[in-house]
Every structure is written in C-alpha cells, then in structure tokens.
C-alpha cells in the first residue's frame, strides 16, 4: 500500500520570501502525485499534479513541485509567498489503477508580515 | 456553477443520536468519497462509491453507513453518534476513479460536535 509523510506540520516563512513544502511517499512503483491546498474553512483545492513525464510541474497561483524519484519525494515550492498563501497544503498519492488516494497529514503554513 | 454542495455545515449530535449528511455535486461525476478530517491526522477515507447503487469501504467506515441511490448525491449517515465521531467531513467527487486522473473536487466540510 502506499503512504505519504509530510514531515512539517507547521512552517513560518516571511511574505515574499521562498517556500518549499516537503512530501514524501513510499510506493513501489511510479505514482501518481498531488498537492492540494485547504484555506481556513473551505475545502480542498487543487494545485498540481505529477502522472508521468516532465518531473518539474507548474500548478496555479504561481506553485510549483519536482518529482525526484531517488529521493522519494514531491517538494512543493514558490519563490515570493504572498500573505494570501496562508493555508494548509496536503500531498496525496495515487497508487495507479483503480485505486483511492492516501493523504498526508498537512503542513500548515503561517505568512509572517 | 456550484460543484460539490454539503448539509449541513454545522450539527451538535448527542450521543447515540443518529443523522446524515447530504453531498450533491452538479458535475456529473460518477464517483464519489466521504473523508473525515481530524487535526493532526489529515484526511481518511470513510467510504467511496463508484457509481449510482454501488459502495464501498475506506480506511475508516466503521460507524458509517452510506447510500448512493442517484447519481448526484451521496449521503453518510451515522445511526449512533458516539463523540469519537467529532469531526469535520468533506465530501469530494471525480470524473474518473483511475488514480492518474483522479483529480477531486472537495465541497466545504461539515463540522458535526458529538457531545
């Protein structure tokens, strides 16, 4: 079965100073990958994904992540974070097939003036 | 345009009440997945369907029963509410179940209290 650790629970970056959020996941195979991002009250939404192809995805709001496969990780990053970043952001992984997706527990993110 | 719609957004349950949430999505989507969400703990699967009529088990479905008896809505129902069950729960839905294109529109949770 697949897994996903997100090691940070909470991270503090300054507005317009980069962000990288760390994701990995344990699967034998290539997954499947996503970032989703929750804003206070609200539902899940999504901001990337990886399928195949071009490790290096661009997403919405100016996010990006890179799948690295001999480190087993999908770091999401942003070079300038905007106080309006402020949120929790999930990793999830897709084991292929017909399969559901397994969550991380989340990273909040603080935005400090 | 509204997605994927939940009721209701907030219920205090006693204990041993029973109640059901209601998901409605307009996408036409043929999937669908109940998820309750505990801080510290991220989102858990509680139960899926996969088409109208059809159910299935997540991670976590004990205490939970659902039904999908028209395509466009999913209902989870708890029949005695125990405070274990204090939770925000989302609702999401998807064009596809096949996990390289399962992309999930999430509506905005309902936060259910059991006292």
């Known amino acids: 079965a697949q897994s996903v650790t997100q090691p940070d629970i909470h991270i503090t970056v300054s507005e317009g100073a980069s962000l990288e959020l760390r994701c990995n996941y344990s699967?034998?195979?290539?997954?499947?990958l996503f970032w989703y991002v929750q804003s206070p009250g609200q539902g899940l939404q999504l901001l990337l994904k990886?399928?195949?192809?071009?490790?290096l995805v661009q997403g919405i709001k100016g996010f990006e992540a890179e799948f690295k496969r001999s480190q087993s990780s999908f770091n999401l990053r942003k070079p300038s974070v905007h106080w309006s970043d402020a949120a929790e952001y999930f990793c999830?992984?897709?084991?292929?097939?017909?399969?559901?997706?397994?969550f991380g527990k989340g990273t909040m993110l603080l935005v400090s003036p | 345009n509204a997605g994927v719609t939940q009721t209701p957004k907030f219920r205090v349950l006693k204990t041993g009440q029973s109640m059901t949430l209601l998901c409605a999505q307009d996408?036409?989507?043929?999937?669908m997945y109940w998820y309750r969400q505990d801080p510290g703990m991220g989102l858990r699967l509680i139960h899926y369907?996969?088409?109208?009529?059809?159910?299935a088990k997540g991670e976590v479905p004990d205490g939970y029963n659902v039904s999908r008896l028209k395509k466009q809505n999913f209902l989870l129902g708890l029949e005695s509410a125990a405070p274990s069950q204090t939770s925000v729960y989302f609702c999401?839905?998807?064009?596809?179940?096949?996990?390289?294109?399962?992309?999930?529109?999430f509506g905005a949770g309902s936060r259910l209290t059991v006292l």
């Open positions: 999401a839905s998807s064009y596809s179940r096949y996990s390289g294109a399962n992309v999930l529109t």
């Open positions: 699967y034998g195979a290539t997954p499947y």
């Open positions: 990886y399928f195949s192809g071009d490790t």
């Open positions: 999830a992984v897709g084991a292929g097939g017909y399969s559901t997706l397994t």
């Open positions: 996408m036409n989507h043929e999937y």
């Open positions: 369907s996969v088409g109208e009529g059809t159910t």
